[in-house]
């Protein structure tokens, strides 16, 4: 008898047990996948990546959309693991933050970029610039360095080869039609096209001037740009295969073609 009673007990845990782990097999089966947490800046960057979202769960991945209303705080976050992304920022931004507080982050791919574009009321073509000209540019380091590349580019002027990113007018080592070079704050600059010849503009700053970058522009940066904005990661996370999923679906064409149809030439892939 006790034998038999053994024997049942015996059968009972097994089948206890077995229930037990079927039922933490379902349970693991059927929990959610955890999204990832991006960080952006409210405006084109939100909408960006709230199509970048959709386009990511296609292929699986969850997006979780986190927004910012100023420029420190997304690399804050992302630094302190309170998020896992961001995407709002171009390179030289990112390498001055790295510089200056110490954050072990690194940028993965390139998403978009505002250009900077050469603007003028006066002349219609970048190759009728006249010997003597004016030129206004932005008179913040940052701003003022990317309007000399940009005019570099075009081809009226050569800065010295070691001049980097925050080359000012002083690093001009060839200007053969002499042109001078008029610094103003950025957000003056669009109203100052009817007392220059020609002027570099933030596309910002553009496009409330009713200016568009790629339409209106006599000169203009392209995807190759330094100032081309980023994805950022954790750089102790920067192999993760979730995030070549999430740059995938931001250089989708989805993504792409909703970037042509909805900012009009105001931001431009770089991808």
């Known amino acids: 008898m006790k034998k038999h009673l053994k024997s049942i007990t015996l ?42 979202k959709k386009v990511a769960e296609k292929d699986g991945l969850k997006v979780e959309v986190v927004e910012f209303n100023d420029y420190i705080q997304p690399n804050v976050a992302l630094n302190q693991g309170d998020i896992d992304v961001n995407s709002y920022q171009h390179q030289p931004f990112l390498d001055n933050q790295v510089k200056d507080r110490g954050y072990q982050i690194t940028s993965l791919a390139k998403t978009v970029i505002f250009p900077m574009g050469i603007y003028s009321k006066k002349i219609k ?26 005019l570099e580019k075009a081809g009226l002027i050569k800065l010295k080869p070691n001049a980097g990113l925050s080359a000012t007018a002083a690093d001009i080592a060839d200007n053969p039609k002499n042109i001078k070079v008029k610094e103003l704050e950025a957000a003056q600059i669009p109203r100052s096209l009817d007392d220059v010849d020609f002027a570099a503009i933030n596309t910002n700053y553009a496009v409330v001037a009713g200016l568009v970058p790629t339409r209106d522009s006599l000169a203009i940066e392209d995807a190759n740009s330094p100032y081309a904005n980023v994805i950022a990661v954790r750089t102790k996370d920067k192999e993760n295969p979730e995030y070549q999923k999430l740059i995938k679906a931001y250089h989708s064409e989805e993504v792409k073609q909703f970037i042509k149809e909805h900012f009009k030439g105001s931001v431009v892939a770089a991808w």
């Not at 059968?11 to 047990?17: A, G, K, N, P, R």
């Open 11 to 52: 059968v009972l845990i097994s089948i206890f047990s077995i229930a037990l782990l079927a039922g933490c097999g379902t349970q693991q089966a059927a929990s959610p996948q955890k999204p990832i947490k991006v960080g952006v800046t409210a405006g084109p960057h939100a909408e960006l990546m709230d199509v970048v």
């Open 125 to 150: 073509n970048i190759a009728d610039v006249k010997t003597g000209a004016t030129v206004a540019i932005p008179n913040d380091p940052t701003n003022g360095g990317r309007a000399l590349f940009v």
